[in-house]
């Protein structure tokens, strides 16, 4: 029985300390801000002559090529509003920083700077090294995206992880509206625009006059199609 005990005990301490650590908001919703999380595992040299990253344990990675810079791509949905990026990194020469710079990619191999957090020339140590960056949209049609991590020179710091801190956005209003009944002064117009260029609803009546009737209840079963078509609920048949 002690044994059982002991293990439960060991189970619980080794399970809380990152959850007590910081609270990790859903990822979804548009009030709170998600995290992206880019392993150290999923980065490569950027450059031919640089040396691979080293393994130095099973989350983290270090070594590498003295002042070469790693890339990963990332992925977020269209329309994310990207706000910080985040280092959760050992800084361990206080001679050296670990930057991470988030870049856009588009056609021709074009590259913009969009941001970049770093540890500090003079600082050393294990931890979050989070800095708010000027919040960009995501454009998933006209760009790609990734992020360019440097340990530093000389070698020495390693990181386990690059976090982008996000929040979902509801599309701008657009200039027309789709529903007669819900001009563009309406107070829920923009949210109402939303659902219907998603497909998540046609309106109460049929074209070339569709309404919205935002006014009349909703059943259970209009609810049932609205969350369907939002959450692209699937089962297996």
């Given at each position: 029985?002690?044994?059982?005990?002991?293990?439960?005990?060991i189970?619980l301490?080794?399970?809380?300390p990152?959850?007590?650590?910081?609270?990790?908001?859903?990822?979804?919703?548009t009030?709170?801000?998600?995290?992206?999380?880019?392993?150290?595992?999923?980065?490569e040299?950027?450059?031919?002559t640089?040396?691979?990253?080293?393994?130095?344990n099973?989350?983290?990675?270090?070594?590498g090529?003295?002042?070469?810079?790693?890339?990963?791509?990332?992925?977020?949905?269209?329309?994310?509003?990207v706000?910080?990026v985040?280092?959760?990194?050992?800084?361990?020469?206080?001679?050296?920083?670990?930057t991470?710079?988030?870049?856009?990619?588009?056609?021709?191999?074009s590259e913009?700077?969009?941001?970049?957090?770093?540890?500090?020339?003079?600082?050393?140590?294990?931890?979050?090294y989070?800095?708010?960056?000027?919040?960009?949209?995501?454009?998933?049609?006209?760009?790609?995206?990734?992020?360019?991590?440097n340990?530093?020179?000389?070698?020495?710091?390693?990181f386990?992880?690059?976090?982008?801190w996000?929040?979902l956005?509801?599309?701008?209003?657009?200039v027309?509206?789709t529903?007669?009944d819900?001009?563009?002064?309406?107070?829920?117009?923009?949210?109402?625009?939303?659902?219907?260029?998603?497909g998540?609803?046609?309106?109460?009546?049929?074209?070339?006059?569709?309404?919205f009737?935002?006014?009349?209840?909703?059943?259970?079963?209009?609810?049932?199609?609205f969350?369907?078509?939002?959450l692209?609920?699937?089962?297996?048949?």
């Amino acid at each position: 029985m002690r044994h059982l005990v002991g293990l439960l005990a060991i189970s619980l301490l080794s399970a809380t300390p990152l959850s007590a650590q910081r609270a990790i908001p859903p990822g979804w919703g548009t009030l709170l801000a998600a995290n992206h999380v880019i392993g150290a595992w999923e980065f490569e040299p950027y450059l031919a002559t640089s040396t691979p990253l080293t393994g130095m344990n099973f989350g983290e990675r270090g070594g590498g090529s003295p002042g070469q810079t790693y890339v990963a791509h990332f992925h977020l949905p269209s329309g994310a509003l990207v706000q910080m990026v985040e280092i959760t990194g050992c800084d361990n020469n206080p001679a050296s920083e670990i930057t991470a710079t988030v870049y856009a990619h588009g056609v021709g191999g074009s590259e913009i700077n969009l941001g970049s957090a770093a540890t500090g020339v003079s600082t050393t140590g294990c931890n979050f090294y989070t800095v708010s960056i000027t919040p960009f949209t995501v454009d998933n049609y006209s760009f790609t995206y990734a992020v360019h991590i440097n340990l530093g020179a000389p070698a020495g710091n390693t990181f386990s992880n690059v976090r982008l801190w996000y929040k979902l956005q509801v599309s701008p209003a657009p200039v027309t509206a789709t529903f007669a009944d819900v001009p563009t002064n309406h107070l829920f117009f923009q949210y109402i625009q939303a659902l219907a260029s998603s497909g998540i609803t046609a309106g109460c009546t049929a074209p070339p006059n569709p309404n919205f009737c935002p006014d009349a209840p909703l059943t259970r079963g209009q609810m049932a199609v609205f969350l369907s078509r939002a959450l692209g609920l699937h089962f297996a048949p």
